[in-house]
T-cell receptor, first 115, second 122 residues
Framework: DQQVKQNSPSLSVQEGRISILNCDYT??????FLWYKKYPAEGPTFLIS?????DKNEDGRFTVFLNKSAKHLSLHIVPSQPGDSAVYFC??????????????FGTGTRLQVTL | DTEVTQTPKHLVMGMTNKKSLKCEQH?????MYWYKQKAKKPPELMFV???????INESVPSRFSPECPNSSLLNLHLHALQPEDSALYLC?????????????????????FGPGTRLTVL
C-alpha cells in the first residue's frame, strides 16, 4: 500500500523553464511534507518543506504548494537549471509516538533539465 | 556542522559474517534513523531512535540489530544477512519532537541524511 505516490517516474524540462513535480498521498495523519533531491549512491539532500497548516512555502527557485483537501502537493522549480537534474523524492511525516515521527517516501521522479 | 557521516562507504560481506555500520552527527539532534534503499526504490524506514531509545522498529528481521550508544552515534549490527539484504543503508538525524515543541515550531523538522553505506551480501 503506497501511501505517498509520485505518478511521473520521469520529467524532462528545458533549461530556464518551470519544472513541476507532483505528489499525492492518502494518509490524513501526515502533518509535514518535504522534498528531497538525490543523486545515485548518495544520501537524499533536503530541499524544502511545508507544514500541513500552510498551503505554500517558497525558498529561492523552489516553491512547494500543498492542497490538503486534494491530498496533493507539488514542487515548482523556476528557472530550471542543468544542475537540478536528479531524482526528486516527496516525503510525508506522521507522528507515531510522543517523541518520534516517521517519514514515508514517494517513489521518486527523475528530472532531466536539458540545454 | 550540518553533516551526517557514515562508515564504511562500501561493505562486502558473506552470509556468515558479522559486521557493523556506523553513523555520526554533531548537530545536537536527538532523533536518529536507519533507512534501507534498494535500486530504483524510495528509502524505507527501518528504525527510529529518540533520546537514545528505540522508538520505532518497522518489523525489521532480527539479523539487523540497531544500537545508539550516545546522542551522536548510531550503529547497525549485521549478522547472518541474506543476498536480498544488499542495498544502500542510509542514516539520518533530526530535531526531536520535544525539541521542536520547546522551540515553538514545526517548520524545520527536516531529516539530514548521510551519504549511505553500499552493502553487498554474497
Amino acid at each position: 500500500d503506497q501511501q505517498v505516490k509520485q505518478n511521473s517516474p520521469s520529467l524532462s524540462v528545458q533549461e530556464g523553464r518551470i519544472s513541476i513535480l507532483n505528489c499525492d498521498y492518502t494518509n490524513s495523519m501526515f502533518d509535514y511534507f518535504l522534498w528531497y533531491k538525490k543523486y545515485p549512491a548518495e544520501g537524499p539532500t533536503f530541499l524544502i518543506s511545508i507544514s500541513s497548516i500552510k498551503d505554500k512555502n517558497e525558498d529561492g527557485r523552489f516553491t512547494v504548494f500543498l492542497n490538503k483537501s486534494a491530498k496533493h502537493l507539488s514542487l515548482h522549480i523556476v528557472p530550471s537549471q542543468p544542475g537540478d537534474s536528479a531524482v526528486y523524492f516527496c516525503a510525508a511525516q506522521e507522528v507515531v509516538t510522543g517523541t518520534a515521527s516517521k517519514l514515508t517516501f514517494g517513489t521518486g521522479t527523475r528530472l532531466q533539465v536539458t540545454l | 556542522d550540518t553533516e551526517v557521516t557514515q562508515t564504511p562507504k562500501h561493505l562486502v560481506m558473506g552470509m556468515t559474517n558479522k559486521k557493523s555500520l556506523k553513523c555520526e552527527q554533531h548537530m545536537g539532534h536527538r532523533a536518529m534513523y536507519w533507512y534501507k534503499q534498494k535500486a530504483k526504490k524510495p528509502p524505507e524506514l527501518m528504525f527510529v531512535y529518540s533520546y537514545e531509545k528505540l522508538s520505532i522498529n518497522e518489523s525489521v528481521p532480527s539479523r539487523f540489530s540497531p544500537e545508539c550508544p550516545n546522542s551522536s552515534l548510531l550503529n547497525l549490527h549485521l549478522h547472518a544477512l541474506q543476498p536480498e539484504d544488499s542495498a544502500l543503508y542510509l542514516c539520518a538525524s533530526s530535531l526531536s519532537k520535544i525539541s521542536l515543541r520547546l522551540a515553538g515550531g514545526v517548520d524545520y523538522n527536516e531529516q539530514f541524511f548521510g551519504p549511505g553505506t553500499r552493502l553487498t551480501v554474497l
